[in-house]
């Protein structure tokens, strides 16, 4: 029998973005990265912002920044439920995303762990360093 591979989706508020068997996805939680192959068990994971790495049937790769969500793996279909998503085609140039990068941690490092701002501080800086590594991880695979 063949393996069909693992159906998945990434659906934001606004729609699907993604929908296809692939052969594997990658994320990141809050303890660290995870991957799921076909015929993985059952899992429920919340997601910060990160780049879902998708290695398609055919070999290739897609990359997706999150700004966070849910991941869950239910009966061989993984599924991400994603607050947004864009996809690393559509990004800035590597020049564009480290300006980004620098900003997000300047405005980090000047905000103290009390003020209420903070944690938007942290998911801005989170969001803004899965920009800048889907740019590069962009650029390796082409």
Do not use: W
């Not at 993604?18 to 994320?27: G, S």
């Not at 009966?75 to 994603?82: Q, S």
Request: hydrophobic residues 45%; glycine residues 10%.
């Amino acid at each position: 029998m063949a393996d069909a591979g693992l159906p998945f989706k990434l659906i934001t508020p606004t729609g699907v973005v993604f929908d296809d068997n692939v052969q594997e996805v990658t994320a990141e939680n809050p303890i660290g990265e995870f991957g799921v192959l076909p015929q993985h068990i059952n899992y429920l994971t919340s997601l910060v912002p990160c780049v879902i790495t998708v290695k398609l049937a055919d070999g290739g790769y897609r990359f997706f920044v999150v700004s966070g969500g849910l991941a869950e793996v239910k009966d061989g279909v993984m599924t991400v439920l994603a607050s947004t998503a864009e996809e690393a085609e559509a990004l800035m140039d590597g020049d564009t995303a480290s300006r980004g990068l620098v900003a997000a941690e300047e405005r980090l490092q000047n905000v103290s762990f009390y003020e209420p701002g903070y944690q938007n501080a942290v998911k801005a800086a989170q969001l803004a360093r899965a920009r800048q590594r889907a740019v590069q991880m962009r650029g390796a695979a082409r």
